[in-house]
């Protein structure tokens, strides 16, 4: 019987439960729980949660350190979640954005008796949906049972472990030539992983992180525009994408002075800040539309501090991509 749902197709699902604040049942031998990603749950989810038993906190060991918490179980710690705090705790905890506004969250309670096994494929599977590396779980008595009534996703270890730790293979689902003097053997690729997760857009000379191709050697502006455009009209928020170069810093900078009020960008200088090599790793189609300038020309602020007044598109792009050309 091919109709239900296979193992990979199970963590597609589970995965998507998680981006939504919806949980999904792990189980390993006797034991099992309910696992929720930190970063999109709500406050009605962490009572009902709490209503079945005593949550705990699942961290990275890399953000244990940061938190000065006791990582008994070596690659991440397992902390019991005090009554009195709710989802706004948890969210400081998971996001190292909040250190600064929220710089004291102890002391913790770390718990060192029982197995990780549970937590460790939790902070797998959210990292794997792309959400912050941390997970909120209940232990349950009867995980199959809990699944059943509920309606959520079960997945056993015993057959998810494998599939979580092993890279998807990709295939190509287009490609296409750039239509770029500067780079006219360069091409753009999308493959999709089998697993059903996020696609990866390799953008060639097209599309660097914060920036655009460069044309001052021979592009057409006019063209690119185009291809960006029809870009943002088509990728998923969730898209990866990978640049065919990295220029971060420079491109960052120049979009602090376009968009000086924008405060993912400030965000992002800070994080590569006091690096070697300043870099981020891929990341998704949502995070560059927060920074890149060339994908923000319908922005009012970034208009104003350009100090147009055309409300056509093509013509502020073709302003920024000759002030970065002689920038």
Same mark, same amino acid.
Request: hydrophobic share 45%; glycine share 6%.
């Given at each position: 019987?091919?109709?239900?749902? @296979?193992?990979?197709?199970?963590?597609?699902?589970?995965?998507?439960?998680?981006?939504?604040?919806?949980?999904?049942?792990?189980?390993?031998?006797?034991?099992? !729980?309910?696992?929720?990603?930190?970063? %999109?749950?709500?406050?009605?989810?962490?009572?009902?949660?709490?209503?079945?038993?005593? %949550?705990?906190?699942?961290?990275?060991?890399?953000?244990?350190?940061?938190?000065?918490?006791?990582?008994?179980?070596?690659? &991440? =710690?397992?902390?019991?979640?005090?009554?009195? &705090?709710? *989802?706004?705790?948890?969210?400081?905890?998971?996001?190292?954005?909040?250190?600064? /506004? *929220? %710089?004291? $969250?102890?002391?913790?309670? #770390?718990?060192?008796?029982?197995?990780?096994?549970?937590?460790?494929?939790?902070?797998?599977? =959210? $990292?794997?949906?792309?959400?912050?590396?941390? =997970?909120?779980?209940?232990?349950?008595?009867?995980?199959?049972?809990?699944?059943?009534? &509920?309606?959520?996703?079960?997945?056993?270890?015993?057959?998810?472990?494998?599939?979580?730790?092993?890279?998807? %293979?990709?295939?190509?689902?287009?490609? !296409?030539?750039?239509?770029? +003097?500067?780079?006219?053997?360069?091409?753009?690729?999308?493959?999709?992983?089998?697993?059903?997760?996020?696609?990866?857009?390799?953008?060639?000379?097209?599309?660097?992180?914060?920036?655009?191709?460069? #044309?001052?050697?021979?592009?057409?502006?006019?063209?690119?525009?185009?291809?960006?455009?029809?870009? $943002?009209?088509?990728?998923?928020?969730?898209?990866?994408?990978?640049?065919?170069?990295?220029?971060?810093? /420079?491109?960052?900078?120049?979009?602090?002075? +376009?968009?000086?009020?924008?405060?993912?960008?400030?965000?992002?200088?800070?994080?590569?800040?006091?690096?070697?090599?300043?870099?981020?790793?891929?990341?998704?189609?949502? $995070?560059?539309?927060?920074?890149?300038?060339?994908?923000?020309?319908?922005?009012?602020?970034?208009?104003?501090?350009?100090?147009?007044?055309?409300?056509?598109?093509?013509?502020?792009?073709? @302003? &920024?991509?000759?002030?970065?050309?002689?920038?």
């Amino acid at each position: 019987m091919t109709l239900a749902p @296979t193992i990979i197709e199970r963590l597609a699902r589970a995965r998507g439960d998680l981006r939504m604040g919806v949980p999904v049942v792990l189980t390993a031998g006797a034991e099992a !729980a309910l696992a929720v990603a930190v970063e %999109p749950l709500g406050a009605a989810r962490l009572a009902d949660l709490r209503a079945l038993g005593a %949550p705990e906190l699942a961290l990275t060991l890399r953000r244990a350190e940061t938190l000065k918490a006791r990582a008994y179980d070596g690659d &991440l =710690a397992r902390l019991a979640v005090p009554a009195d &705090l709710g *989802v706004e705790w948890l969210a400081a905890m998971a996001d190292p954005a909040d250190d600064l /506004r *929220v %710089p004291m $969250k102890g002391p913790f309670l #770390c718990l060192r008796d029982g197995s990780a096994r549970l937590h460790r494929a939790a902070l797998h599977l =959210a $990292k794997s949906a792309h959400l912050l590396p941390a =997970a909120l779980l209940v232990r349950v008595a009867d995980g199959p049972a809990l699944a059943a009534s &509920l309606g959520l996703t079960l997945l056993p270890l015993e057959q998810a472990e494998p599939e979580l730790l092993r890279a998807s %293979p990709l295939s190509e689902v287009v490609s !296409a030539r750039l239509p770029m +003097v500067a780079s006219d053997a360069g091409r753009v690729h999308i493959f999709r992983p089998e697993d059903g997760s996020e696609e990866h857009f390799f953008a060639g000379d097209t599309l660097f992180q914060a920036g655009v191709g460069n #044309c001052k050697n021979g592009g057409e502006p006019g063209v690119l525009f185009t291809t960006i455009q029809s870009l $943002k009209q088509r990728l998923s928020p969730r898209t990866i994408l990978h640049p065919g170069h990295d220029y971060l810093q /420079r491109n960052l900078e120049f979009a602090h002075q +376009v968009d000086p009020h924008n405060e993912a960008v400030v965000t992002q200088l800070a994080e590569i800040a006091g690096q070697d090599t300043p870099r981020l790793p891929p990341r998704p189609w949502s $995070k560059e539309l927060q920074v890149n300038p060339f994908l923000r020309t319908d922005s009012p602020d970034l208009r104003k501090s350009l100090a147009t007044n055309t409300g056509d598109d093509e013509i502020i792009f073709k @302003t &920024l991509r000759k002030l970065r050309d002689n920038w």
